[in-house]
């Protein structure tokens, strides 16, 4: 059994910056690919970022990359989420999510983890 939990939300003033961290609890968190999602009020989950369980691959959505990025310190349990030049569009609940390496199913796909973080609020003002 994996535990995440997501940590860093917040309310910023559009173009400003946020780090979100997941702190994961439980044996195998450096096995583990990590994804962050995002679901606004009204919308479905949707992909934002994802790390591969060595940290030597990561991707993004269109939506937020250049300005966003996913690190994971293995000694920490912990993978993160650098959010820079917010937008108010990026306003939603984020949370992070487990699967296994090698697993199958996209990475972008939400059915592909596992285990879930009950998330953080990020709220950007315009």
């Known amino acids: 059994q994996v535990q995440l939990v997501e940590s860093g939300g917040g309310l910023v003033q559009a173009g400003g910056s946020l780090r979100l961290s997941c702190a994961a609890s439980g044996r195998g968190f450096s096995t583990f690919d990590m994804g962050w999602f995002r679901q606004a009020p009204g919308k479905e989950r949707e992909f934002v970022a994802a790390i591969t369980w060595s940290g030597g691959n990561t991707i993004y959505a269109d939506s937020v990359k250049g300005r966003f990025t996913i690190s994971r310190d293995n000694a920490k349990n912990t993978v993160y989420l650098q959010m820079n030049s917010l937008k108010p569009e990026d306003t939603a609940v984020y949370y992070c999510?487990?699967?296994?390496?090698?697993?199958?199913?996209?990475?972008?796909?939400?059915?592909?983890?596992?285990?879930w973080g009950q998330g953080t609020q990020v709220t950007v003002s315009s």
């Open positions: 999510a487990s699967r296994r390496r090698y697993g199958s199913g996209s990475y972008y796909s939400k059915g592909s983890y596992d285990y």
